[in-house]
């Protein structure tokens, strides 16, 4: 999994920057470039001689090289990288990272880098544990950073606690895995529909919902993570696919969204249908204006959208995955099994309006996923990026 893959090791000044040599070699050995990126303190732990003859680079550590005065781009650097580990990481350079102080190579690389990101930290327990370093660890969560905990025992203090970094062998075994996952939907196609529908009542009013598209764009954004093609049918939200091999649909209306949604899943391998599609339209739009001045109150008269996800469900083939949500405020349960079979989906994502974070609009989420061999799993309350990840491990499990 490592073969070939350019991998940033930064190293920050600790004791257990002794164990970053051996990281080193282990990546080395699996067939990683590397490129040492040191900071001023790591150099006080461990020489730039002794890494730079394992990985076969000189070792980065300044902005200018002192001899050549060469610049050291730290944008290029970001940019070539696949991965960056910064292993250790202390509390000083977590602290700067999560806050963005830019006063050495090692954090502008970081700043740079497009790559994920592990950070490996290692300190003495108390300051492992200072709600300071906790926070800006989950800062860095946050900005989708993989936090690899550092392990419990006797640490450079004598005192025993957590802050020992994680063993170099699974430091190697989390990117080996991360990399994997990043495989696991290649030459998928998969289609996500997201955000709210708007149905025209006048040329300048409609009726919408409270639907901001968040959990559409994080499955969509999971999905790309781990090697699909995606596309996402997306009606009218503020936000923008950050994956830019994301191909967006921009629709407005149900109909609109039915209709885009009927051309692009027959080439698809899955679908996941997040939209919050308004179920009825108004069957006598204005195509002026309707005015405040009028004799007799007007009268918006509704007829039934289409339902896309039932009517793909009649569509799908035995090779094609189609998921669906349910979003109820009573019989939770009830309901949401009685879509999953009339929808003919795989699975349904059940989140209540009843429970506190979940939701339309929330950055939060809490899910009970359903599938139609009536296997139902509890999520505890997360980000929408890791209620993402688990709905796209339902749909990896459930891919023939
Ligand atoms: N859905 C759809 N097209 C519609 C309505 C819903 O594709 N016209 C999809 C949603 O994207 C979701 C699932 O069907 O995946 C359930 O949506 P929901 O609004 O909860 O259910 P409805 O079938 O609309 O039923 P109701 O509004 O009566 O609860």
């Not at 923008?240 to 209709?259: F, G, H, L, R, T």
């Not at 009830?334 to 989906?345: D, F, G």
């Amino acid at each position: 999994m490592l073969k070939g893959k350019h991998i940033i090791l930064g190293i920050c000044g600790g004791i257990a920057a002794y164990k970053s040599a051996y990281l080193l070699r282990l990546l080395i050995k699996a067939g990683a470039e590397v490129q040492v990126v040191i900071t001023p303190a790591g150099k006080e732990f461990i020489t730039p001689v002794t890494l730079s003859a394992l990985s076969g680079k000189p070792v980065i550590s300044e902005f200018f090289t002192a001899n050549t005065g060469s610049w050291n781009s730290h944008v290029d650097l970001g940019l070539w990288a696949d991965a960056m580990v910064i292993a250790p990481a202390t509390a000083s350079t977590i602290g700067k990272m999560a806050n963005g102080v830019a006063d050495n190579m090692l954090v502008t690389t970081y700043l740079s880098a497009k790559a994920p990101v592990f950070v490996a930290p290692a300190m003495d327990l108390d300051m492992f544990a200072h709600p300071s370093t906790q926070r800006n660890l989950q800062l860095l969560r946050q900005y989708g950073n993989h936090i690899i905990e550092p392990a419990s025992g006797e640490l450079a203090s004598h005192l025993v606690g957590k802050g020992r970094m994680e063993e170099p062998e699974n430091i190697v075994k989390v990117l080996e895995e991360y990399f994997a996952a990043s495989q696991s939907l290649a030459c998928k196609r998969i289609m996500v529909t997201a955000g709210p529908t708007y149905e025209k009542i006048d040329p300048v009013r409609y009726i919408g919902n409270y639907s901001s598209g968040k959990m559409g764009y994080a499955i969509a954004e999971e999905c790309a993570s781990r090697g699909a093609e995606v596309v996402i049918i997306s009606g009218p939200v503020s936000l923008k696919a950050e994956n830019q091999s994301i191909k967006v649909v921009d629709v407005e209306s149900a109909q609109e969204m039915y209709d885009a949604s009927v051309k692009e899943f027959p080439r698809c391998d899955a679908a996941i249908m997040c939209a919050a599609v308004a179920d009825y339209c108004v069957e006598n739009q204005s195509s002026h204006k309707i005015k405040r001045e009028h004799d007799e109150l007007p009268v918006i008269r509704l007829k039934k959208n289409p339902d896309i996800a039932a009517s793909l469900g009649t569509m799908k083939s035995d090779r094609q995955v189609l998921a669906g949500f349910a979003l109820e405020t009573d019989n939770e349960d009830a309901n949401a099994v009685e879509k999953l079979h009339r929808k003919h989906l795989d699975f349904i994502v059940l989140n209540s309006l009843n429970e506190p974070g979940a939701g339309f609009k929330t950055d939060t989420n809490k899910v009970t996923i359903i599938d139609n061999t009536g296997n139902r799993r509890v999520y505890d309350l997360k980000s929408k990026r890791l209620v993402a990840k688990d709905i796209v491990d339902v749909l990896i499990e459930k891919m023939p």
